[in-house]
């Protein structure tokens, strides 16, 4: 799609071609933006090479200049940084040519202002460089290790939104990867799909289900706040 700023606008995300999540994705995003939305859509759970074939495609035929979304719901600054990056590398001298934002893809309205709101994209020059020990060449510090599951039924349950607002509370009580904390991992299924989303926690092993905002709060403050299990989440064996 194009817009007034922008000759072409391409939007990057997991789920966003196959199972449940990405039909209805693709159905709100074709509602608000036309059918030909669909042709701009790139599915990162596969990877990122059709993005960057498509960036270069716009970069020869001069579709420019560029904006890419990133639909990521657990992207966050260091992936903001890092998809900045590869399009800087890819776009040589015409990097100014190339902006990002990052976008949820749940809220299509919110998505389309977003995207005519030229001042809250990033460009991709003077990009922040990585520290030379930056959070993805070493071992996080965590005393928990959070498994939360992203698979089709905890998904069709609510997950992503749960999950995002878990790293964001997680985030808020100061608990987000630092020495008394969590470090998540999302995962495929993990079985007990009937009582999801599924949400475990190690080294003590406890599974949790997670309904609502509220248990989510609740399982932040008591779990990993207070330090005490939560029975009335944990899952029945
Ligand atoms: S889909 Fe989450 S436990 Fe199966």
């Given at each position: 799609m194009k817009t007034e700023t922008y000759a072409r606008v391409l939007f990057a995300g997991p789920d966003l071609d196959h199972g449940s999540l990405a039909e209805l994705t693709r159905r709100q995003l074709t509602e608000q933006f036309?059918?030909?939305?669909?042709?701009d859509l790139f599915d990162t759970d596969v990877g990122y090479d059709a993005l960057w074939?498509?960036?270069?495609?716009?970069?020869?035929?001069?579709?420019?200049?560029l904006l890419v979304v990133d639909l990521d719901?657990?992207?966050?600054?260091?992936?903001?940084?890092?998809?900045?990056?590869?399009?800087?590398a890819l776009a040589?001298?015409?990097?100014?040519?190339?902006?990002?934002?990052?976008g949820n893809a749940e809220e299509v309205a919110a998505l389309a202002e977003l995207i005519?709101?030229?001042?809250?994209?990033?460009?991709?020059?003077?990009?922040?460089?990585?520290?030379?020990?930056?959070?993805?060449?070493?071992?996080?510090?965590?005393?928990?290790?959070?498994?939360?599951?992203?698979?089709?039924?905890?998904?069709?349950?609510?997950?992503?939104?749960?999950?995002?607002?878990?790293?964001?509370?997680?985030?808020?009580?100061?608990r987000l990867e630092t020495e008394d904390g969590v470090h998540i991992t999302r995962t495929q299924c993990q079985f007990p799909c009937d009582q999801g989303p599924t949400l475990s926690v190690y080294p003590s092993g406890e599974w949790y289900r997670i309904r609502d905002a509220a248990e989510v709060k609740r399982?932040?403050?008591?779990?990993?706040?207070?330090?005490?299990?939560?029975?009335e989440l944990i899952m029945r064996a």
């Open positions: 036309g059918a030909t939305v669909l042709g074939e498509q960036v270069r495609d716009c970069l020869s035929s001069e579709a420019l200049p719901p657990l992207g966050g600054s260091p992936q903001l940084d890092w998809l900045r990056g590869e399009l800087q040589g001298e015409r990097a100014d040519r190339l902006f990002v934002c990052a005519q709101q030229p001042d809250k994209h990033l460009g991709c020059v003077d990009v922040p460089q990585l520290p030379e020990s930056h959070s993805w060449s070493c071992i996080p510090p965590h005393r928990y290790r959070v498994l939360l599951c992203n698979g089709p039924r905890c998904t069709r349950r609510g997950a992503l939104p749960l999950w995002k607002l878990l790293r964001e509370e997680l985030k808020a009580a100061g399982l932040v403050q008591e779990r990993f706040v207070e330090e005490r299990a939560v029975p």
